[in-house]
């Protein structure tokens, strides 16, 4: 998401050549970072490009900083909900794998319970710390979800909106 934004404040401001070079950088450490991490097999390209993605992250960041008044504390304070919000739902999704490890359920019935026990995380963590990782600048947002849930829905949304008046 943050590398989405940035690409939009990049495209808005007119600084398109300053991003077709970070594009060109980035699409050399993926092909590098590839051939590099052939050598260990798949988990190896995988890391590769992961190490070419946090490298575009922060070329992006970093222009759409140059961009816009926003300091690097900022844009990391900004950060720290996510962060925190991912690290809550992938501890939970790795015990979910541990468990599923030691039945010697299947990788798809492991996958599916791991899946469902991220997503019902998700929520949970959502509704016990909903200032935290909803904020108050997005109450509109909730509000427009509330106007068109469905009505099942709505009580859960009401509720949510009352969390976040506390």
């Known amino acids: 998401t943050s590398y989405k934004i940035s690409d939009t404040i990049v495209r808005a401001t007119g600084a398109v050549y300053a991003r077709a070079v970070r594009q ?10 590839a051939i590099i991490g052939q050598r260990f097999g798949l988990v ?14 922060l070329m992006m960041a970093q222009l759409s900083m140059r961009l816009t008044t926003m300091t690097w504390r900022a844009f990391w304070q900004a950060h720290v909900p996510g962060l925190l919000f991912g690290a809550g739902v992938a501890i939970i999704a790795v015990f979910a794998d541990l468990l599923m490890q030691h039945l010697q359920v299947s990788r798809l019935g492991t996958v ?3 899946s469902l026990c991220a997503a019902i995380s998700s929520v949970a963590i959502v509704f016990a710390w ?17 106007n068109v ?7 859960v949304v009401d509720q949510l909106q009352r969390r976040l008046a506390k």
């Open 149 to 155: 849930a469905p009505k099942r829905f709505r009580r």
């Open 112 to 114: 599916a319970f791991v």
């Open 130 to 146: 909903p200032k935290t990782f909803i904020g108050a600048a997005n109450a509109r947002l909730i509000q427009a979800l509330a």
């Open 44 to 57: 190896g390209v995988a890391y590769g490009v992961a190490a070419a993605l946090a490298l575009n992250f």
């Open 24 to 33: 060109a950088i980035f699409a050399a450490a993926v092909v590098t970072a």
